[in-house]
């Protein structure tokens, strides 16, 4: 056993791990190979025993050490080529030790005062000396680079509040010179504080929103249920309904069926009765021609009949005209007929409100402005989508729909159900984005006329500060962002005109109406400054 330690631990270099090849002992007393630790001092720049890290200066002259070469030219011939390894060779992806040369073996610990990673072999000397155990050992790291300064080549060990950054202590005399600055561990300290509390509030928040979750989840629940109660309770009414109604379907052609019977009846026995008297009718007229002829004035006294015997059996007494149109069954089932109509009208199911300017594309628009409106100071462009206020009158003829004294134009198209279109103005001065009734005056007081003035037209006061509604000749200021595009949604049947402000896919609700429209509407919009312009977009 004491044989096996001397060939492991005294002829083994501690950099290559391999037996030692022209030993060199150094004045620490830990032995080399020479040219190992000859590229060690190479490659680090600096004159230190890799294992007790004591420095030498100046560089020592490195000298054969004899008794070593002896050992292990006497174990070579014994058949000892190499100390049996106990440990793995670095790969792929992991980190390797610093000290090892040749074959780099895999390392177990950092040292974050060195900024050197150790293999198990080459990590002895801090777990022997005393002065390497005060190091702080971590796992192996490859980011040991990152905690030294790359101006001064000195470990980072202080922090820096000025800068927000971590600096050795040669930056903190030099360019952070008298900012406020503490060691890393300290900034730790406090920052591990900070972080439970930041972990507190998060734990907080993951519980709050697990809870909403449940609740959301209930309500998943709960919306398929209550659909699924309500598609069967909807299609057990229904085929109720159809149920009645096949029921009354069937009781009226019943009646029919049956009336029918009844009045053809009826009609059989006139018609057998109108034969009967056309029976005796032709055989009373057969006995007349015959009495007629007979030459004995006495029998034919006696057997010719009294007149108002004839005169009763001529007469009618037969009922003729029978209503056979069955017109009251007819109007009874087209009454029926027009208040299910009716009813199935007033029972459709209401849309949700849009949301977004997706749902609201769904009713776009196509408006056009209509030039026998305009005011003839309004030049139309881009296919009568664009209005801008001139300073010179416009060549328009004369029409009845033309605005005279306002500057403003109607579109074209009449508006009804849902719909939904975009207005872009220019930010300068002042326009007014309008609905209006066809029926608006076209010349007049700026009560009978201008947008927003009367009871036949809303408008949105659009400024370069701030934004107003008018109706009726009733203003109200309206808050929120300025935008030079303004949406305007409209439900007809449903009473509702809201204005928004888009900026790209955002919309914010300006100003929102609930009233009762008598009319199709027509989209408008007035000026008050020349050079304003306003551009119906094409959203299609």
Known sequence: MAQRALNQETITCPICLDLLKEPVTLPCGHSYCRDCI??????????????????????????KSTVLANIVEELKKTGLTAPPADHCSAGPGD??????????????????????????????????VAVLQKHQLVAPSDKLQENLCSQ????????????????????????????????????????????????????????HKETDLKKLQQDARDINVSAQRALQQSEDMFSQMVLLLEKRRSEVKQQIQSEHETKLSQVQELQDQLQQDIC??????????????????????????????????????????????????????????????LTLREFKLTEPEPRTREDFMRYAQDITLDPNTANKYLSLSDGNRKVTFMKQEQSYPDHPERFVQRFQVMSRESLTGRCYWEVEWSEDWWVHIAVSYRDIKRQGTIKECAFGYNDK???????????????????????????SRIGVYLDHSAGALSFYSVKEENMTLLHKVHTTFTQPLFAGVRFNYFGDTAHFIKLK
Not at 106 to 117: E, N
Not at 316 to 332: C, K, P, Y
């Open 95 to 128: 980190v390797s030790c610093d000290v090892c040369t040749g074959r780099k073996l895999k390392a177990v610990s950092s040292c974050l005062q060195c900024l050197v990673s150790y293999c198990e072999t080459h990590l002895q000397p801090h777990r022997d």
């Open 152 to 207: 001064h080549n000195e470990v980072k060990k202080l922090f820096c509040r000025t800068d927000q950054q971590i600096i050795c202590h040669l930056c903190s005399e030099d360019q952070h010179k008298g900012h406020d600055t503490l060691s890393t561990a300290a900034e730790r300290a406090q920052r591990q504080t900070q972080l439970q509390d930041n972990k507190s509030l998060l734990l907080q928040s993951l519980q």
């Open 38 to 63: 000859q590229t060690n001092w190479d490659q680090e720049q600096r004159y230190s025993c890799p294992q007790c890290r004591q420095s030498f200066v100046p560089r020592p002259v490195l000298v």
């Open 280 to 341: 005796d009718l032709k055989r009373t007229i057969s006995e007349l021609d015959t009495l007629s002829l007979t030459p004995d004035h006495n029998q034919f006294i006696l057997h010719c009949p009294p007149l108002s015997t004839l005169t009763k059996e001529t007469e009618s007494s037969v009922q003729t005209g029978l209503r056979g149109d069955f017109e009251d069954m007819i109007r009874a089932v087209s009454v029926l007929k027009d208040k299910l109509q």
């Open 457 to 483: 037209s809303w408008a949105l006061d659009c400024y370069k500060s701030h934004y107003s509604f008018c109706f009726n000749n009733v203003k109200s200021e309206v808050s929120g962002p300025i935008s």
